[in-house]
């Protein structure tokens, strides 16, 4: 395949999924934001999605994700960071990104609190909930997202704007209830936090799904950018 093709396909799979993305979000009387997932995937490929009109992109990397920003700064990106924080590595994500997705604990909220430049805007963050209740996966449990909301909204370098979800593989059903447990708490956080406005959930595989059970941003890897290597 040529640049010249494989560059023609990742373009027509984004306008693809841009579409789909607002018929979707029309169908549901709501907004919904495109997170343009690029891990993996080259700078070359995040400036053709660029000229199309994308403005938000998402790296779980830090090293990769920074190497990104630094090498693309002459873009008007707003870089989302949605993989998992080391606490050594936090001052690189406090730095460079405008989004994280993945806060899950008190200790990792304050980090990016005290590292955060004073020169930026505060750093837009949303809280990780373990919706499936998995053993090893990153997230907090729903029982415990109100204190560490409260935790964070104590700190003047972060925005508290939401929730965000990753849930395991398995059956529609379940992945309905999940996706409306997580809309409730949405909700209920939005009650208690007026500054929060963003409900994190939906991939390739299930964004209509996400988006019917109150979704207003997806996070489009594969889909747009076609497998990772
Ligand atoms: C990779 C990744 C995505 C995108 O997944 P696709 O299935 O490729 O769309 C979304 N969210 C997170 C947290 C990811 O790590």
């Known amino acids: 395949m040529t ?19 607002n018929t979707l979000a029309q169908a ?12 993996k995937h080259t700078c070359k490929s995040i400036e053709a999605v ?12 830090v090293q990769e994700g920074t190497d990104k920003v630094n090498a693309l700064s002459h873009l008007d990106i707003e870089w989302h960071f ?3 924080i080391q606490s050594n590595k936090s001052r690189s994500v406090a730095e460079h990104f405008a989004w994280v997705h993945t806060i899950d604990r008190e200790k990792i909220a304050q980090r990016l609190n005290d590292q955060r430049p004073e020169s930026l805007p505060p750093l837009n963050v949303l809280i990780q909930v373990n919706i499936s209740d998995q053993d090893s ?13 409260n935790t964070i909204a104590q700190l003047p370098h972060l925005s508290l704007r939401g929730l965000m979800c990753i849930p395991a593989p398995q059956d529609d059903a379940q992945l309905k209830k999940e ?17 929060v406005d963003t409900l994190s959930m939906g991939m390739s595989g299930d964004l209509s799904l996400a ?8 996070r489009i890897g594969t889909a747009i950018f076609g497998q990772r290597t």
Request: hydrophobic share 40%; proline share 2%; with cysteine.
């Open 3 to 21: 640049d010249l093709e494989s560059s023609d396909n990742l373009i027509q799979r984004y306008l693809g999924v841009q579409q789909e993305v």
């Open 28 to 39: 549901h009387n709501r907004q919904v934001k495109l997170l343009a997932v690029s891990k």
């Open 50 to 61: 660029f000229a199309q009109g994308q403005r938000a992109f998402g790296e779980n990397y």
């Open 82 to 84: 949605i993989g998992p």
């Open 137 to 149: 996966k990153s997230g907090v449990d729903l029982t415990q997202v109100d204190a560490l909301a």
């Open 179 to 195: 996706f409306l447990a997580m809309h409730q708490a949405y909700k209920n956080l939005q009650a208690s936090h007026p500054s």
């Open 211 to 218: 988006i019917e059970c109150g979704s207003n941003l997806v």
